[in-house]
């Protein structure tokens, strides 16, 4: 069975600061997907990023980028000079399906807090 | 992307009572979701909506709770039954959508929020 782990639950961070979001996960399959999704206090979910278990190459956009090790199991995601804006709860998932089907577990949430 | 528009958008219900949830996308899609997100938790799958037969339901869910349709390609319902205290969440419509580049990705919309009283 799969598995996202987030270990952070809560981090408050001073604006301009850089922060870093862990998630573990795992999973049997050798094809596999990662996403991060923010959930800003209205409650919607905007995706961010969705990579695939062949694709290791961090990625980097705007503030925000994201560490990919399959060594260890692992996918953060850092914000870079963070702002007010950036205040959300953010959450890793897995999806182990492949072509067409996107059936994803979520890991338990970070809440970001940025302080202005 | 794919648009999705959800309705309600929240609710106050009677316990007892039953309420449905409509997703509409704006383009055919595969497959879609439905998600439950209980306060203060992650979000968890009930259910995968199939055109042209029965939803499949995750470990947890049953059908006569969380009745699912889906007529067509761009639109599904969720139905809530019978509702308790319990199923106050947030309820999630996703859609599997596929590029023009041939990735796909899951969209979210934008939530129904429940309060069972």
């Known amino acids: 069975a799969q598995k996202v782990t987030q270990a952070q639950t809560e981090i408050s961070v001073v604006e301009k600061e850089d922060v870093t979001l862990d998630c573990v996960y795992e999973t049997r399959d050798t094809t596999y997907y990662l996403f991060w999704y923010k959930q800003p206090p209205s409650g919607e979910l905007v995706f961010l990023i969705r990579?695939?278990?062949?694709?290791?190459q961090n990625e980097i956009s705007g503030r925000y980028s994201w560490n990919f090790q399959k060594s260890t199991s692992s996918f953060n995601f850092t914000i870079t000079a963070s702002q007010v804006v950036d205040s959300a709860v953010y959450f890793c998932?897995?999806?182990?399906?492949?072509?067409?089907?996107?059936?994803?577990?979520f890991g338990t949430g970070t809440r970001l807090t940025i302080i202005p | 992307s794919a648009v999705i528009s959800q309705k309600p958008s929240r609710d106050i219900c009677q316990r007892g009572t039953s309420l449905t949830i409509q997703c509409q996308v704006d383009?055919?899609?595969?497959?879609m979701f439905w998600y439950r997100q209980q306060p203060g938790q992650s979000l968890t799958l009930i259910a995968t909506?199939?055109?042209?037969?029965?939803?499949?339901?995750e470990s947890g869910f049953v059908i006569d709770k969380f009745p699912i349709s889906r007529p067509n390609l761009t639109f599904s319902t969720l139905t809530v039954s019978n509702m308790s205290p319990e199923d106050s969440s947030i309820y999630l419509c996703?859609?599997?959508?596929?590029?023009?580049?041939?990735?796909?990705?899951?969209?979210f919309g934008q939530g129904t929020r429940l309060t069972v009283v």
């Open positions: 909506a199939n055109q042209g037969s029965e939803a499949t339901y």
């Open positions: 996703s859609v599997d959508y596929t590029r023009g580049d041939l990735n796909t990705e899951a969209f």
């Open positions: 383009s055919q899609v595969t497959m």
């Open positions: 990579r695939n278990s062949f694709d290791e």
């Open positions: 998932a897995l999806s182990e399906a492949g072509f067409g089907n996107e059936k994803l577990t």
